[in-house]
């Protein structure tokens, strides 16, 4: 695992500047996150090729094995599920974390849970403290570091009048749910996914929040500010394997990407 302490951080850094080139097949950029704990910090990469996908890319013995097909198609981190649906999506499991961390690619975690005709009205401030419940709930088990973020997909059209009529009342109550270290022992913080108005106004309201442009309005509106930003669907495969993914991109800052090994 990439940890170091503040006084070898100089020397880790021209190791890395001078290696960076052959991680991935591109440039990336690094820089120490403060992690909190016995003054340690992890080395995080910025800036970098990703994707999210609803399928489990590892399973325990190998039996469904795409890592491969993410790493040879430079994709640094991979955006995973925390939830299962049935026919929709694969939850994350903790062999499918170690092996994704094995492998030296990061994860970004995300819930969801939605019929797919639900809109803005859909997003209470009832089903905010439900959702993140059940995501500090599945990512605590799921052995997600602390004071990482999740986050929490409103997959549906919203304007600035559908935030301010509906969602910021979810956001509101996800927000003061996690901000309680009653409920959120380990620290969890707050990420949005959605559309430009969506990650725009909890922007505005949670300043700290992480934001993630849905593909659908990545080029609709004019916000600038997000963490990673999604693409339009594709097929990415490597040696007779294939794997559906968004494709994303990070923005050059640290994004919520995560790791575990034990």
């Excluded at 439900?130 to 973020?149: E, F, I, K, R």
């Excluded at 725009?200 to 963490?227: I, M, Q, R, S, V």
């Excluded at 930003?229 to 007779?240: A, D, E, F, R, V």
Aim: charged share 15%; aromatic share 12%; with cysteine.
């Amino acid at each position: 695992k990439k940890i170091c302490t503040a006084s070898n951080w100089p020397i880790i850094r021209t190791i890395i500047s001078q290696r960076s080139e052959h991680i991935y097949g591109t440039n990336i950029k690094w820089s120490l996150y403060d992690k909190g704990e016995n003054q340690l910090w992890e080395l995080v990469p910025l800036g970098i090729s990703g994707c999210d996908t609803v399928s489990g890319v590892y399973k325990f013995g190998g039996d469904v094995n795409k890592i491969p097909v993410l790493t040879n198609n430079d994709k640094a981190f991979v955006a995973r599920y925390l939830n299962e649906a049935i026919g929709a999506r694969d939850g994350l499991t903790v062999s499918e974390a170690k092996a994704i961390s094995n492998a030296g690619m990061y994860m970004v975690s995300l819930y969801e849970d939605q019929p797919l005709t639900a809109n803005a009205s859909h997003f209470t401030a009832s089903k905010g403290t439900t959702d993140v419940s059940n995501a500090v709930t599945l990512a605590t088990a799921l052995g997600q570091p602390s004071n990482t973020p999740i986050y929490f997909c409103v997959d549906c059209w919203v304007d600035s009048g559908d935030y301010q009529s509906y969602v910021a009342n979810y956001v509101r109550a996800i927000n003061s749910w996690l901000d309680s270290s009653a409920n959120n022992p380990k620290g969890y913080q707050m990420g949005l996914y959605g559309s430009p108005a969506l990650c725009a106004g909890a922007k505005e309201d949670y300043p700290n929040c992480y934001t993630f442009l849905a593909n659908a309005w990545a080029t609709t509106g004019t916000f600038t500010d997000w963490d990673i930003k999604q693409s339009l669907p594709t097929t990415i495969s490597y040696n007779g394997s294939s794997l559906s993914v968004d494709p994303n991109v990070s923005a050059d800052r640290y994004f919520g990407q995560w790791q575990i090994f034990n």
